[in-house]
């Protein structure tokens, strides 16, 4: 023991390598203690003739397996959006058990809860683009807070304050705020959508939601002598509140179809509002992205897998994902200036942050 103790120091303070170190001084130990070289290498022979040291390289090589097919970043991503899942879970819990309990404590977190929910959706579009690349080249994101706060809060408020009429400004700034703040390689992408190109696609919505107003306004009318009458035939021989209760049900009942065609609408409007953007939308100032998605095919697709989700209880939901994702993706194109090889290979060549490391990624998604 003394002897490779001291052979192990001096090899050491000669500055040879640690393993190299061990090996030679447990070597010459072996020989000085009268064991031969031909012991010593089926002694060495004996201790790796293991089948438990079998798995340290096995595990190396399983996880650059994993690395190189990409395997442990989906399980990363899948991690990140589950801490995001259920972070959003919480709130929602929380929030409903502060409301029942504490009603007028409810009236504080509202406002709470709007404050924070630029924040929410800045964290998650910054989590979505770093977990998307393209030929090895990370999408970033740099909105700011306030930035989210005028694209989704009060985009919002002005259009539910001004009946949808202020819908196209409030479009403008969400995807001038989710578009111009993103960076491919590090290049910026400009979005330059105009106003007046959102009310292009506002006009046809505004229509039909309007021509679907106007008829339930007229059913409405065209039924409301005959409801007074059986309101009047009715509450002299029954309970008139009774009576009055379940007429108002049917005309809340009737509002469903209005409903529905406000929602299919918004879906119509929603398609061209992405035509727009993405056709205005440039990469690096040249690369021009194009979308061309149709309208009533995009408003069907939505509408059957919400359908589909709801009669199999959600195990359709990745069927459905699945399907809006192609549909995205065939409406979708990248119209480039010159090669676009070259131009990805001056960016890898060029940008220290496209070679950065998923684990370095920050933020989660946040499942709103």
Known sequence: MTTILILLTATLFVGMPVACAFGLSSIFALMYDGYGLLNVASRMFAGLD?????A???YILAGEIMNRGGISER???????LIGRIIVLAIILGYNIVANLFPVFSLVLTPVFLLALPWFVMRGLRFNARVTSYRNIRFDFTGG??????????GSIITWL??????????RWMWHYLLSNATYGGRPVTNEATVRAMYGQWLLPAVIFLGGLVLFGASAFAILPALQELYSDISASADADLVLAVIIQLLLTSLLPLIVLLAFAGLIYRAGTRNVAFNATLIDGRHKL????HRGRFAWVTVSNLVA??????LARPWAAVRMAKLMAVSTALEVEGSLDGYIGQIVDSGPAVAS??????GFDIGF
């Open 50 to 54: 293991s089948f438990v040291l079998l």
């Open 56 to 58: 340290a390289p096995f």
């Open 75 to 81: 399980l990363i991503e899948l991690s990140r959006i």
């Open 145 to 154: 807070y306030w930035g989210a706060f005028k694209a989704y809060v009060l």
């Open 162 to 171: 001004s009946l949808g009429i202020l819908a196209p400004i409030a479009s």
């Open 290 to 293: 194009m979308s061309f998605i």
């Open 309 to 314: 989700t709801i009669l199999t209880l959600g």
């Open 357 to 362: 490391e998923y684990l370095d990624v920050e």
